[in-house]
């Protein structure tokens, strides 16, 4: 559905942070993407997303397909309406100074068809503690509520692939659980998605796939099982290796294994 | 007290169009956190649209006003797309430097364009002067209020009542966020400078209709500096308020303060009620109250 | 252009001087400068009459008894700084006995050279300004023995409207005055002198009021002068064309309906009849020169012999700027300033030929022709002569304006002048 061949991406011309990156995204997958600080999940979906040229990056190499068709250089606007992707950027990105309902009003400006009014009561049906906050602004939401506006935002838009940066970063993790119940639930309802975690713990239990980013390439693919259970994803990632790290040496080894990859 | 009723009352009708010009400015930097220094230079620019529609082809005022501002619009969109558009995502400090620069190169075609004499401006407009004996307004200034408050009217209509007004809000907030939900950021930009030019524009004729018209009529833009930072940079009802404060304060002074001996003290009034005012408020009296979470 | 032409002309000038005459003979050099261009605005009109005028001294007009006169135009931009270095810069190129008469426009570029021209140089010096500072009783020839104006100063001019008002009073009591200014050098010059002058002859000077060019509403100013119930509000430090003297006058004219409003030089002005229309109607105010100049520019010949010639030089050499509208950038808007240039050439060639006569063409010889000029400026102030043993041409007028508002095609233009109503006042001969 939505492929990504041999990125590569540099910003203020010196920068290099992708070097060389293909993925692909199959129809109504949860994928998941997790990798170390600088690792360039975000710039993967900001590249993506067209709004790699805010950040005054450029793509230097490579291509964005969706189906048969690129997207590479097009604006988000575009990307947005030939393609039905949406991206939700990392920390919330809610509109502090407007109302809820503004905010979910505001997603919905790139649409002109006159069913804005129903899909919001819809979508704000899938997230009751917005409900009652409808005329209050965002800014005095909690995180949590700030993140479900922001997946709420993103379904205004209709999207048929969402883009999800992070959407545990500082929530608590009982929120964090409910926030991926409900990612779990847009995807069973049609809605294809990409998962990009630090958290990969609770993101593997809900994904089907996932790669690992290692230095703007991808170092690991497999199934989420596949990957849950890989030791070296395990000891990083996951936090818990069978047996603890003995000594510093060990620890050297594996960064240079990791590098071999 | 008849003076003091005077005093106040000419100087909110005059106020108002310092509202507008504030309004103007304000616009532009929550759009972009840009101060628009050029603001002179678009207001005549805009004057001298509309001068060219109805003094030179002599168009009825109630289709050349509009046809004007649309001009205005016009023309504050094109300055956007050559000199703005280009800095859009970099620091808002670079735009602010980019609106100095324009003013002067603006201020020069002005003058290779129109000279630099005056151009006689009289709209005449119904009298609807208010005379008692004692108190005594003037048609144009109330003609002024009218038109500036409209114009405000309009302003926030089209902000918090359409979808577009929503948008620019949101671009407003945050450029970023707007661009991922599918908000043309750089086309809202565009319509905020549009619709900035247009309001200045009509600042600019009453302005004019006050006087004459002359390309030194940019000075009066620079009123907008202590509207704004007394109302608060990111506020438009600050911005109103901030209008007539400067406004009320330059009468006030005029009025009291000058024949005491204190003579050309009016013009420095709004800058002290302004540092007086930053002392106590440093965002301006109605600046955002940044929502910080604890 | 002005200047590429400037250059071509002084050129040619100077090559054939070269040709024609003997390597040995002494050349007259004069320089002047005149705000063309700058933060005022496009002034070219000094420059032009200017230029056709030492052209015609130079061709028709005979020269210095036949000697050519080697003439520089520098335009200053009305910014003093560039005055003084333009002057520096001519003084260090030139021999003294070559370089015998300068000219410029503005107070601002006096001061900074009063040492430089009075003490050092030594050069006559003639000048636009009016400053009552410079040329008033403070200041006059025995500070500045070099610095001649070309006009009654405005300390005088502001005398000569309160000694105007003192004749015309009508009705009982004091009249009552209120002094509006401008908050610049300009506003304040001359206002003291007025102000004293007015006590003295029994005037009340009810109200001063600076107001500033920046000004956007004249409400306040106009409900003073209402309240301290002024008869006659005299307004100084203006030009005419600029935006808040129309502030002021429409504001005037609806807020103070019986109040006489009254003006000097720069406000008396076919210019004002343009911009201000008819809130200038009736508007009484001091000139230095004849402003007989009808808006629009009447076709038949006026009857000052000065503007008679003034306007047979602009049809004769320029006659694409004289015939052009108002509106035009390159076109005569304002016959004085053309008048005005012509008259610094004529002025130039008058001194020049005296100082030759007498058998002394240096700075001195020129200083002691102008100490001693006693002319009537080609007819210029009605046939009246004037002395110049003030260093100011004390010759003044006053006007008043008509104007009328006339349906041309669709849209209603303001016709009229402003028109002399007393005979030319000699500062000299009044005993202030």
Known sequence: ?261 | MIDLIQAVGSGMLVGLVYSLLGLCIVLIYKASEAFNFAIGEFMVVGSFLFYILFFDLHLPFIIALPLGLAAAAGAGAIIQRLAIKPLIGRSPISMTIVTLGLAFFIRACLQLIFGSHSYSFFLELPDISIDTGELLFLSDPIWAGILALSAFGVVMFFLFRTRWGLAVRATSENQAKAMAFGINARMILLIVWAASSACIAIAGIMISNFGALSTMSSIVGLRAIPVVLIGGMDSIGGALIGGIIVGVCESMVGTYLEPLGLIGFKEVAPYILLLIVLLIRPYGLFGTVRIERV | MNRRLLVVLSCVLILSSVVLSPASAKEIKVLSQFPMSGPVGALPEFGWGYIDGMNWVNGEGGGVNGKKITWFLEDFRYDPTVEVANFNKYCAEMSRDEFILATGYITGGLKPLADKVNKEEKIPWLDGSYSTEIFGPDGGPSKYPYYYSLGATYGDQVKALMRWIKQNHKGKGKPRVGMVYSPTAWGKDGTPEGIAYAKKIGLDVVAEIEYPYSATDATNECMQLRKAKAQYVIYHGYSGASGCTAIFFKTAKKVLKDVQLMGTHYTTNRMSILVCQEAYDGYVGVATRPFLDAVPRSKTPMENPMIKLAHEFAQKYRPEEYKRGVKDKDAIKDMFLYMEGLTYALMIQKVLTDADNAGDLSREGVKKALDNLVWDFKGMFGGKKFSYKSHTIPMMQIFRAEVKMVQMGDATVPTGSVNPITDWINSDEIKW
């Open chain 1, 1 to 261: 559905m939505l492929s990504v061949e041999n990125l590569r991406v540099v910003y203020h011309d010196v920068i290099s942070v992708l070097n060389g990156i293909s993925l692909s995204v199959r129809q109504g997958e949860v994928l998941i993407i997790i990798g170390a600080n600088g690792a360039g999940k975000t710039t993967l979906l900001r590249s993506v997303a067209g709004m790699i040229d805010f950040y005054d990056g450029d793509i230097i190499e490579g291509d964005i397909k969706v189906g048969d068709s690129s997207i590479k250089g097009l604006g988000p606007t575009d990307i947005m309406r030939r393609c039905g992707l949406t991206y939700v950027m990392e920390d919330r990105p809610v509109f502090w100074y407007l109302t809820i309902e503004e905010n979910l009003g505001a997603a919905a400006f790139s649409r002109w068809d006159r069913e804005v009014r129903k899909d919001m009561e819809k979508v704000l049906t899938y997230f009751p503690p917005l409900k009652s906050l409808r005329h209050k602004k965002a800014g005095y939401a909690s995180g949590g509520e700030q993140q479900m506006l922001a997946i709420a935002m993103a379904l205004m838009t209709k999207p048929r692939i969402l883009l999800l940066d992070e959407p545990s970063l500082g929530l608590a993790p009982l929120v964090t659980e409910e926030v991926f119940g409900i990612i779990k639930r847009l995807n069973q309802s049609g809605i294809s998605v990409v998962l990009v975690e630090q958290n990969a713990h609770a993101a593997l239990e809900i994904g089907t796939r996932g790669y690992v980013m290692e230095l703007g390439r991808i170092v690991l693919e497999g199934k989420a099982e596949e990957l849950a259970s890989n030791k070296d994803v395990r000891e990083f990632y996951l936090g818990s290796g069978e047996k603890s790290r003995r000594s510093y040496r060990d620890a050297r080894r594996y960064k240079r294994r990791k590098r071999w990859l």
